[in-house]
């Protein structure tokens, strides 16, 4: 726009992946229409022309594209997982973001998963982390973007689950099929 920036993507290598991490997407409040559209898309392009072998815009929290490689019969836990996307729903846009992810054909979504020992209470900073590595502004940012769409009179829907959106940039850095 006229030489301003209006939009930023910044992105780190993988290379045990042979890849990079997409992991912010940036754009001003008035920049035009499709501006972290094309970042991503431009991103992409120039990664694969320069040999890249994937890329992945990360974690989509509380979806279920990806599969379930580590089923849980636990209904608690998934109890848990539903009320959550419930109630978080409306303090930040799961269902906007995978989305928007999902609009750039990814080869696959990798299923994420959190770990802990049963009987064991989870400290208030590996809480704490678990926010920050969702949404790195934090509980600040959750609240800033609910009052944001308040005021601008939208509320996200929601799902449930956790993915990893993955691009393939060459044949070879597909993963083996499962039978």
Do not use: C
């Not at 990664?47 to 608690?76: F, M, Q, Y």
């Not at 054909?105 to 704490?128: F, I, K």
């Not at 600040?140 to 609910?146: D, K, P, Y």
């Amino acid at each position: 726009m006229n030489g301003k920036l209006v939009g930023f993507l910044a992105a780190s290598p993988m290379p045990a992946r042979r890849g990079w991490y997409l992991e912010d997407v940036l754009r001003e409040p008035d920049a035009p229409q499709g501006t972290a559209t094309l970042l991503v898309v431009e991103a992409l392009a120039n990664l694969k022309a320069e040999g890249a072998e994937l890329a992945t815009l990360g974690t989509s929290p509380l979806t279920n594209d990806g599969p379930v490689d580590v089923p849980t019969e636990h209904r608690i836990v998934s109890r848990a997982l539903d009320a959550a996307s419930r109630r978080l729903g409306p303090f930040y846009n799961f269902e906007g973001l995978r989305r928007f992810k999902g609009k750039f054909a990814p080869s696959w979504w990798e299923s994420e998963y959190v770990l802990s020992q049963r009987g064991v209470t989870m400290p208030h900073r590996v809480g704490h982390a678990i926010v920050r590595a969702l949404v790195p502004g934090g509980i600040t940012q959750i609240l800033t973007r609910q009052a944001l769409r308040v005021i601008r009179g939208s509320r996200p829907t929601v799902r449930k689950g956790s993915v990893n959106v993955t691009k393939s940039l060459s044949p070879s850095s597909k993963p083996a099929s499962k039978k």
